[in-house]
């Protein structure tokens, strides 16, 4: 079996920093999905400042996972956010759509694990 690879944004990286969050398992089954080498995580660091602001210590948190690998924000997804804005996307929820486009290191995309997929 492939790994799978799956973007979080800040509405999943709250719910595995939340331990009451009704969606905390859910969301830890993936983390220990990557843990064992079944699955490759990673959350923009975007998306995760800004679901800082609402949940303080969810960056750090999030950094101190071992297995959920931090994407940096950089021209490329600056680009994507410019354009992402226009249309009325979330500063919380730009770099996270942007990190699950199709890229050179990912060129079928990655999942895009959300609580709120209307976003």
């Given at each position: 079996?492939?790994?799978?690879?799956?973007?979080?944004?800040?509405?999943?990286?709250?719910?595995?920093?939340?331990?009451?969050?009704?969606f905390n398992e859910a969301v830890a089954a993936f983390y220990v999905q990557?843990?064992?080498?079944?699955?490759?995580?990673?959350?923009?660091?975007?998306?995760?400042?800004?679901?800082?602001?609402?949940?303080?210590?969810?960056?750090?948190?999030?950094?101190?996972?071992?297995?959920?690998?931090?994407?940096?924000?950089?021209?490329?997804?600056?680009?994507?956010?410019?354009?992402?804005?226009?249309?009325?996307?979330?500063?919380?929820?730009?770099?996270?759509?942007?990190?699950?486009?199709?890229?050179?290191?990912?060129?079928?995309?990655?999942?895009?694990?959300?609580?709120?997929?209307?976003?």
């Amino acid at each position: 079996m492939a790994a799978i690879a799956v973007v979080l944004d800040h509405t999943t990286a709250g719910a595995l920093y939340d331990p009451k969050d009704s969606f905390n398992e859910a969301v830890a089954a993936f983390y220990v999905q990557a843990s064992g080498g079944l699955g490759d995580l990673s959350a923009p660091v975007l998306s995760l400042t800004a679901g800082d602001a609402e949940r303080p210590g969810l960056l750090g948190y999030i950094k101190g996972l071992r297995f959920i690998r931090i994407e940096a924000f950089d021209t490329d997804a600056a680009v994507t956010a410019t354009e992402l804005l226009r249309f009325g996307h979330s500063w919380a929820a730009i770099h996270a759509i942007h990190a699950a486009r199709p890229s050179p290191a990912h060129p079928s995309g990655r999942f895009l694990l959300t609580l709120t997929p209307k976003a």
